[in-house]
């Protein structure tokens, strides 16, 4: 298990690399720059060329990339990149983007964290429940919910909760007024009333999905042999399900959660802007739509590190899960 | 008829200042900010017409000092560089002095800001006579020293330097040259209250040009300790305000400058911008208090609503916002007149108006209709658009497309900004009526503006033109050379009509100005392209009760600077 750990870890660069690399390609390939979008309408060949010369966009491919990684000198003749722990300074802005960052990732792992947590109390007890008591009310209840759920749009109904939150109960989320989140540590319950509904808005597919996948998973495991002994030997339902029935219904479930983290990284672009927070989710959407490039980088590259990281737990949660399950 | 409506509706409701630059707000999201160049730092709340009219619902106590206000923004404030950022213009305005401020509609110079007067002993000699006393505010590397002729010479190189800085015709003219050497030993600087310069040649938008947002005076110092690291998220300056704290994608945040020049101003002790993206949030913050000022755009049925509600303050102004269908006139059929005659006659504008904005509006000729002194007269218009299926099809049997064709509108995708795609689908209706099946192929605005818009590649393109109030700049589309010299995008060419342009930018004599501006877009219109000028609304605005702007005083409002007369009941 070790073993297997520590090469999934030293891979971790190598995917990294190939992710840089491929989203300093796709900006290579796509057509305009961050030159373009500062000149506007203003743009003449020259100044788009002297623009360019001045954020350096004019140089190689290997020299850019190089540069940003921190393999080859920069502009200013350093070298100084992503290996050195510098991620650069954005374009647009002229802010680094290590420090937009660190203003930034808390906002958006409290909210995938807060999502998480929503979508599986949301999905788990309700496939449970489905599962156990299939073609009962109940169950048609948390089906019809589930697709639902799968079935309305985030940002949409993001946009319902704002709306009538707003005209029917004259409310709306504190960091309206501030501009900012609240951190937790300041006070936990306006840090909460900030936080709940975009978590919840980005949770509820997720938790449809967890959902459906637990009753089917569950319900699958309820007809097996061992099963059928546990009933035939007068166990309770409750050990049933939760001693030998849940841990194997649990396993393909981990693994749709681990898939969706993407799901809430990308989700988290919509929601950010619909609940004007400032994580990088919002960060990623603007620098993409204005080509920042270092910004745009730094970012895939990040939430690429903290996709893989998390496959990477899923994966040994199986063992914890599966005793029979072994990595060589 | 149609401009005496539009002279009540602003004396109904008021134009604001604040609106009108919040307005840009509309296509600046997502990015498209940085094609805004207009919009004037003239006087707070001011009308085209110079009068001021109270709001006859509430009556209003004298203005109080203290206590601070919350204004939405849709807009993400990239920087607050006054001569090279465009996404803040409101707030550098706020930040910086200015030459002068500029009364629009009126169109004249008001002399509230850091210069007294000007003398213009010839149209192309500038003498500013600069204000003693107006101090930078007491932080930054110039804390309370005095701004002076040096300053505004040292700025004004900036301005029309800079790499990244917008249209710099007016600068070139000055210098006579595009060289960017050539402009400093133009700008003269006798003594620190003097600063004159002679340009070229006569150039008329330059009058308006200086009184332009991007036009701040900046202390030398401050520029000098700046170089190399920019002005972008920091500010020194000697406006009203002070910056206290910049995220410009979360709050920006205002402190009122002790030191200003106006003795008791400004009134607020700070204003707090907040910026929301999503519209529907914005305006949910606003109904809920979050913020003082609604920063959201509002469409006509929420204005009406707003309007109705006691507690708020609305009001509403014609917008400048100017869209147009650009007709590609290299390509086939768009070189032909007689297809872009038949398109011209085959759009229901009328239908725009009521579809996109709430059934107030006016068609715009090259010129958009609230530049009242500059456009074409409704009557006119009116008749030269009128709408002609019959014709429209004959148009297109005799030019030999009478079984229509095939053409791609490609437009601008905008988050958040659905008129364009609504004008866009009218358009596509419109033209089937002809038989011309428009394909619509909304395009990532990147790459629109590299790959769409500035090569010129496309057939027909919505283009989302911004807030222009002085007419050269919407001509200069028309130009051979565009608006930046390098050749208009859909590849016109007409020498008269470039002769004319030329000719009004040049010509101090405002009626003689006006003839010719009325010529060219006569010539224009006969042209039937490059642009196809629709329609244009009014923009509307609201602001808590308890929040004052001067007009509701009935006051004259030229007399302060944008921002310094607004004041809250409310304490902080």
Not at chain 1, 170 to 177: H, K, L, T
Request: negative net charge.
């Amino acid at each position: 298990m070790r073993t297997y750990i520590l090469r999934r870890l030293l891979l971790i660069p190598l995917i990294m690399l190939l992710v840089s690399f491929m989203t300093h390609s796709t900006f290579r390939i796509i057509p305009g720059s961050v030159a373009e979008i500062k000149c506007g309408l203003q743009c003449t060949p020259q100044l788009i060329a002297d623009t360019k010369h001045e954020y350096g966009l004019d140089r190689g491919f290997f020299e850019q990339y190089g540069s940003w990684l921190g393999v080859y000198t920069n502009e200013d003749g350093k070298v100084s990149g992503v290996l050195q722990g510098n991620f650069g300074k954005s374009f647009l802005t002229t802010l680094s983007v290590d420090g937009e960052i660190q203003d930034r990732l808390p906002v958006t792992l409290e909210l995938m964290a807060l999502a998480l947590i929503l979508s599986l109390l949301m999905g788990i007890p309700p496939g449970i429940i489905s599962a156990i008591r299939p073609g009962t009310p109940l169950d048609w209840v948390v089906r019809v919910a589930s697709v639902l759920w799968i079935s309305v749009p985030s940002f949409y109904l993001g946009i319902l909760i704002i709306t009538f939150g707003a005209s029917w109960f004259g409310w709306s989320p504190p960091n309206f007024e501030t501009g900012r989140a609240v951190p937790i540590t300041e006070d936990p319950i306006k840090n909460l009333q900030t936080y709940f509904f975009p978590a919840l808005v980005l949770s509820l597919g997720i938790a449809a999905v967890i959902m459906r996948l637990t009753r089917s998973s569950l319900l699958e495991v309820m007809r097996n042999d061992y099963i059928r002994t546990a009933w035939s030997k007068g166990l309770r339902e409750r050990s049933i399900v939760w001693r030998h029935a849940l841990k194997n219904a649990m396993i393909p479930v981990l693994t749709i959660i681990g898939l969706q983290v993407g799901g809430l990284i990308g989700g988290s672009v919509i929601i950010e802007s619909v609940f004007a927070l400032n994580g990088m989710g919002n960060y990623l959407l603007v620098s993409i739509i204005a080509r920042d490039l270092l910004v745009v980088q730094s970012l895939v590259l990040l939430f690429a590190f903290v996709y893989v990281l998390i496959n990477l737990i899923v994966d040994v949660g199986y063992a914890w899960l599966d005793p029979r399950i072994r990595y060589g | 008829m149609e401009e005496s409506n539009y002279w009540q509706r602003l004396n109904r409701k008021r134009l604001s200042r604040r609106a009108l630059l919040s307005a840009s707000g509309t296509v600046a999201i997502g990015g498209a900010a940085a094609f805004v160049v207009g919009c004037g730092g003239g006087s707070d709340d001011s009308s085209p017409d110079g009068s001021s009219t109270p709001r006859p619902s509430r009556s209003v106590g004298a203005p109080v000092s203290g206590g601070t206000i919350t204004q939405g923004r849709a807009v993400t404030v990239l920087g607050v560089d006054p001569h090279l950022d465009l996404t803040g213009l409101d707030i550098d305005t706020l930040l910086y002095p200015y030459m002068y401020g500029w009364q629009p509609g009126a169109e004249t110079a008001i002399f509230n800001n850091l210069a007294e007067s000007l003398e213009m002993p010839e149209v192309t000699e500038f003498i500013f006579n600069i204000r003693p006393g107006v101090l930078n505010s007491p932080v930054g590397p110039a804390a309370g020293e005095e701004i002076t002729s040096e300053d505004c010479k040292q700025s004004f190189i900036r301005r029309g330097t800079a790499l990244t800085a917008p249209d710099k015709r007016f600068p070139q003219k000055i210098a006579g040259s595009a060289d960017p050497n050539l402009l400093a030993p133009k700008l003269l600087t006798p003594d620190p209250y003097t600063f004159r310069f002679s340009m070229a040649e006569p150039f008329v938008p330059g009058v308006r040009e200086m009184a332009n947002p991007t036009w701040g005076i900046v202390s030398a110092k401050v520029l000098e300790t700046r170089r190399g690291q920019g002005l972008s998220q920091v500010a020194f300056g000697a406006g009203p305000y002070m910056l206290e704290e910049f995220k410009g994608n979360e709050r920006v945040v205002l402190k009122k400058n002790p030191n200003y020049f106006i003795e008791g101003r400004p009134y607020l002790d700070g204003i707090t911008y907040v910026v929301i993206t999503e519209n529907a949030s914005l305006q949910s913050a606003f109904e809920n208090k979050q913020h003082d000022v609604n920063g959201s755009i509002l469409l006509k049925p929420k204005f009406d609503e707003y309007s109705e509600n006691e507690d708020f303050v609305t009001s509403s102004a014609p917008s400048l916002f100017y869209p147009v269908i650009h007709l590609n006139m290299r390509r086939a059929p768009f070189d032909d007149i007689k297809v872009r005659h038949a398109i011209n006659i085959a759009v229901d504008r009328d239908q725009i108006t009521n579809l996109v904005f709430g059934g107030e509006g006016n068609y715009n000729g090259p010129i958009q209709w609230p530049q009242a002194k500059w456009a074409l007269p409704q009557d006119e218009l009116r008749a030269f658009y009128k709408r002609d299926l019959t014709a429209a099809k004959q148009l297109m049997d005799s030019a030999g497309y009478g079984d229509g064709f095939d053409v791609s509108l490609k437009t601008p995708r905008l988050t958040g900004v659905s008129f364009i795609n609504d004008i866009a689908r009218i358009i596509q209706t419109n033209l089937r009526e002809i038989n011309i099946n428009v394909q619509i192929d909304e395009v990532e605005l990147g790459s629109y503006i590299v790959s769409t818009l500035l090569p010129g590649n496309f057939d027909m393109t919505f283009f989302p033109n911004l807030p222009y109030d002085e007419p050269d700049r919407p001509l200069a589309f028309y130009h051979s050379l565009g608006v930046t010299g390098a050749g208009n995008w859909t590849g016109y060419n007409n020498q008269d009509l470039d002769d004319l342009i030329e000719a009004q930018s040049r010509e101090f004599d405002e009626p003689k100005r006006q003839e010719i501006v009325n010529q060219a877009q006569r010539l224009i219109l006969e042209e039937h392209g490059p642009q196809l000028t629709l329609v244009g609304g009014y923009q509307y605005s609201a602001h808590w009760n308890y929040v004052h702007y001067p007009y509701e005083l009935g006051e004259d409002p030229s007399g302060n600077p944008f921002g310094v007369d607004t004041w809250t009941e409310e304490e902080a």
